[in-house]
């Protein structure tokens, strides 16, 4: 049985292969970011399209081309929307499986298929897939109540190419979490029939950073969102400021510092061990980077007073 488990550890299926190019990906453009300005690449819809938001005024000239494309960054609601509709569907279709023993769809099962998911999974234990993907459905629940109630979006865009991946990402990363359910057929198999007996000490751990980590970004989020409002709550002005407080006191984006933790806080409630979301909380870690070092030179370039001990992403760091 090991030798078999060591073998698919090492199989890089499609889920794996999509999740370690995206990371692939993220990681060379945070490396071209790095370089000298001189030596940066000077293509237009390159620099479009790793940029969002206020860094789109850090990069070179907009051609009327890539302004074409535009779509308001606060659409990023409708990524949150999308994640709590699918990932809410497969949540269901996840709990009637564990408590009622109602198969998963054929069409969803045969989609899981292609995308790799095993049958029998040695070791794997159904509680943790169930718990990742009931914090993967909070985390998208409360970022749309901060879209709607928290954030103060001004007239910032994202590239249309940006729109779409951001709600492909969603429905990708749900399938990730669905795929590593271990699997008999088209049931779950659930070790002693007992969920609650499958309660392991990563679990409390995974939970209580899950906790931590998504506390401190809506902190950061709040932080962000009063810049722009009066002592009543009043969105008075969509002009940037520099944040003060909390985990701003040591990164220029905490709240993607938090993101990143929230990832990781899934990979311990999968018990350290799972391959394929250690993939997915790599391309998180390039994707948020590469999205705070590019906040940190605009936060940089526009203050001249912005505090100096700053990091860009990682405390002391980087």
């Known amino acids: ?89 497969l949540l269901w279709n996840l709990t009637q499986a564990l408590f009622l023993g109602v198969p998963f769809p054929d069409w969803l099962h045969v989609l899981l298929r292609l995308l790799g998911a095993a049958q029998f999974r040695g070791g794997e234990l159904a509680l943790s897939a169930f718990l990742v993907l009931v914090f993967l459905w909070l985390h998208s629940v409360r970022r749309l109540l901060e879209c709607f109630y928290v954030s103060v979006f001004s007239d910032a865009v994202i590239h249309i190419v940006q729109y779409c991946f951001g ?67 009043v969105v008075i002005h969509c002009n940037h400021r520099i944040p003060f407080g909390d985990w701003f006191e040591y990164v220029s984006s905490p709240n993607y510092l938090a993101e990143l933790m929230i990832y990781i806080s899934m990979a311990v409630t999968f018990g350290f061990h799972n391959l394929t979301w250690w993939l997915v909380v790599t391309y998180v870690f390039f994707n948020q980077a590469l999205s705070a070092f590019l906040s940190h030179k605009f936060y940089r370039s526009k203050f001249v007073s912005y505090p100096k001990h700053r990091k860009a992403f990682l405390p002391f760091l980087f």
């Open 1 to 89: 049985m090991v030798p078999r488990l060591e073998a698919e550890l090492l199989v890089l299926n499609p889920l794996r292969a999509v999740w370690l190019t995206l990371a692939a990906a993220f990681l060379l453009t945070l490396l071209l970011q790095l370089m000298p300005p001189r030596l940066l690449p000077g293509c237009a819809l390159f620099q479009d399209l790793i940029r969002h938001g206020k860094t789109k005024h850090g990069g070179p000239p907009r051609p009327a081309i890539c302004r074409a494309f535009d779509v308001p960054k606060r659409y990023f609601s409708h990524f949150y929307i999308m994640s709590v509709l699918w990932n809410g569907f």
């Open 167 to 233: 709600l492909v990402y969603y429905v990708l990363v749900g399938l990730t979490v669905l795929s590593q359910v271990p699997m008999d057929g088209r049931h779950v198999n659930v070790i002693g029939k007992n969920l609650v007996m499958q309660a392991r000490w990563f679990h409390i751990l995974g939970m209580m950073m899950f906790i931590w980590s998504s506390v401190h970004q809506y902190k950061c989020h709040v932080i962000l969102g009063n810049l722009r409002k009066n002592k009543a709550g």
